[in-house]
């Protein structure tokens, strides 16, 4: 269903109307996942919280440049604001959960926005990856908050509107998830063509010329960091909601690692490259983890490999490219 | 006291051990800009050597080190060949990946060789037991780590400054194109500093098996831990790599020691400090 996706893309030339079928192609992936698994929509479920994360990753790495392998301590802190607006303070609405881990998320991505940026290259990358060990280790340390290594649980999250349960089988929290993504996905469409979105894309391509432009580079950057940090919140929101439970693999190196990992499988710089990434990756770890336990981190790294090598672009990127390719031929 | 001194001793030789595989590291991340993630996973593999040699096959201590340096060096060449080669020069996000990937690859296949259990090197009885100092004792095995450490940090101070491939290292490290327009051959400058690089990796994993036992996730878990280094450190500085050895190593231990419940939380918070004071590394130079 993927390629077909990008075969209408690329066909059209209107930007509103590709983000028209764009959205479509959410709603049928979901209605298609619906139909294909419906007794197992809690991996459907977390497939989109996950996927959030992604995204508010192409946010900072695809269209900033900040390569980041911490970037599930934005997760992270969403789904732990969440549930403890929900076990501590008794704030049991999903919506209002939600907003909370929209909160933590945004104030985990000013925080660690302003670290991260100070440095480049390399010590960017450490950086990053001792921001998610120190939060890994707090949320570890403060467990009459957190519940520590045991994980948070407790969380009941009301009726939804009052009226649909989150109940075993998932399906409210799915639902909910969809309706969530689809309206992240639309906020983002117009956040990376807004010229707040373009000005990012020229710190990444030079961050000097946009100096001598006139804008800074920090303030901008900083600036998507707490964005993409709302949008990871939703995602952890999500999770917290779905699982009702909040465990510390969400702060996880781990995660940031696997959420880099699916960007670059799809493509980094375009939404549909992250969704596509996400998607494919945990079917595929899924599919193997279950066929094949012992194995599946060794066909992670072959998997890797082979993108790096055949596909630079990633799956979404290379598709795209071949489809252009074979237009002009015809054209 | 006692605490004081056995934590500098602990933290000294623990210093030493990282040292040690982290310089391979710095060097090659220096000279080449490649992102080695994979760096922790030859040092693995050393290890695994070294265990198998002398369990398995029931070689000496010495020859089981020699065979892991060069079993590893052996198994790094296609690696280098076939998958480094693709990605020097590309962008930071491609090295970091295609190196996890190696990294995963690696693990799943130690995994299903050696299997999930921690693997031990039998130590000779000479290094076995304690020193005595007069006021104080220490394990023999410590001080074999300092001495490696040192001997190493020497013989690379002496190669890298006083020999004609030396000269030639720095002035590719400082710039690659200039130093091969003057006729430098860099490709076999990279060539031999990956090998010794990956020697010394194999080295110190095999040196720190006490400190750092060898396991199928030894790669994933220690891989931050050498990056660390180099990036507190500063890419391709030796002097750099050794302080930033020794400062966070004695952190590390420091905070093990006085509070273990804390974990590494002392050690990221440090890491973090360090990096935002001097984004460079503590030896790092503008480029």
Redesign the interface.
């Known amino acids: 269903m993927n390629n077909e996706t990008v075969a209408t893309n690329t066909r059209q030339s209107r930007t509103i109307g590709r983000d028209l079928i764009g959205i479509g192609a959410i709603i049928a992936a979901a209605v298609v996942g619906y139909l294909l698994f419906p007794d197992n929509l809690a991996l459907l479920t977390r497939i989109i919280a996950i996927a959030l994360l992604v995204l508010s990753l192409d946010l900072v790495?695809g269209y900033c440049g900040v390569?980041t392998?911490g970037h599930a301590a934005l997760f992270g802190s969403g789904a732990y604001a969440a549930g403890i607006a929900a076990a501590h303070y008794g704030i049991t609405n999903p919506l209002l959960m939600t907003i909370a881990g929209i909160l933590g998320g945004a104030i985990a991505g000013l925080i660690c926005g302003v670290?991260i940026l100070?440095?480049?290259?390399?010590?960017q990358?450490?950086?990053s990856?001792?921001?998610i060990?120190?939060f890994h280790?707090?949320a570890?340390?403060a467990s009459s908050w957190t519940g520590g290594s045991d994980g948070l649980s407790g969380i009941s999250p009301d009726l939804l509107f009052g009226v649909y349960e989150f109940d075993l089988w998932g399906q409210t929290a799915y639902i909910f998830g969809v309706v969530l993504l689809l309206t992240v996905f639309v906020l983002l469409r117009f956040l990376v063509r807004s010229p707040f979105g373009m000005l990012c894309r020229g710190i990444k391509e030079d961050p000097l010329r946009i100096m001598a432009m006139g804008a800074s580079p920090k303030i901008a950057l900083i600036k998507m960091y707490v964005i993409s940090g709302a949008v990871a919140g939703v995602g952890g929101a999500l999770n917290a909601i779905s699982t009702q439970v909040v465990g510390l693999d969400s702060l996880s190196?781990t995660q940031s690692?696997e959420a880099?990992?699916m960007l670059?499988l799809g493509g980094?710089g375009s939404l549909f490259g992250a969704l596509m990434g996400t998607v494919v990756f945990m079917l595929f770890e899924d599919y193997v983890s279950a066929a094949n336990p012992?194995?599946?981190?060794?066909?992670?790294?072959?998997?890797?490999?082979a993108?790096?090598?055949f596909a630079?672009k990633g799956l979404y990127g290379t598709a795209a490219g071949f489809i252009a390719r074979r237009l002009e031929k015809r054209i | 006291m006692q605490t004081v001194f056995s934590i500098a001793i602990d933290a000294f030789a623990y210093g030493m051990v990282l040292f040690v595989i982290s310089i391979g590291l710095s060097v090659t991340?220096g000279l080449m800009r490649v992102?080695n993630l994979a760096h922790g996973a030859f040092a693995m593999i050393g290890g695994y050597i070294a265990s198998y040699a002398a369990q398995d096959l029931g070689l000496g201590y010495a020859a089981a080190v020699l065979l892991a340096v060069f079993g590893t060096v052996i198994i790094s060449i296609p690696i280098e060949r076939l998958?480094y080669r693709?990605?020097y020069g590309a962008p930071?996000?491609?090295q970091?990946?295609?190196t996890?990937?190696?990294?995963?690859?690696?693990?799943?296949?130690a995994?299903?060789v050696f299997g999930p259990t921690l693997k031990t090197i039998p130590l000779p009885p000479i290094l076995q037991g304690s020193a005595d100092l007069g006021f104080r004792s220490i394990a023999v095995h410590r001080l074999f780590a300092i001495v490696c450490g040192l001997a190493v940090a020497g013989g690379l101070w002496y190669a890298i400054e006083k020999t004609a491939f030396g000269v030639k290292l720095r002035a590719s490290v400082d710039n690659a194109s200039m130093a091969a327009a003057l006729g430098v051959r860099t490709e076999i400058i990279y060539a031999v500093s990956f090998a010794v690089a990956v020697g010394l990796a194999a080295f110190g994993g095999v040196l720190g098996a006490e400190l750092l036992p060898v396991e199928p996730y030894y790669a994933l878990r220690y891989m931050?831990t050498f990056?660390?280094v180099?990036?507190?450190g500063g890419?391709g500085s030796i002097p750099g790599a050794l302080i930033a050895c020794l400062v966070l190593g004695g952190i590390d231990t420091t905070g093990r020691y006085l509070m273990p419940?804390?974990?590494?939380?002392f050690f990221?918070?440090a890491?973090?400090a360090i990096?935002?004071v001097f984004?460079?590394?503590l030896a790092g130079r503008a480029r």
């Open positions: 790495t390569a392998l670290i100070r440095a480049h290259g390399l010590p990358l450490v950086l990856i001792s921001l060990y120190l280790e707090f570890n340390k190196f690692a880099l990992v670059v980094t012992f194995h599946w981190l060794t066909m992670v790294g072959v998997l890797l490999i993108v790096v090598l630079p | 991340m992102v998958l693709r990605i930071e996000l491609t970091v990946l295609m996890i990937g190696i990294t995963f690859c690696i693990i799943g296949i995994n299903y931050v990056l660390v180099v990036s507190v890419a419940e804390f974990g590494e939380f990221y918070l890491v973090i990096i935002c984004p460079r590394g």
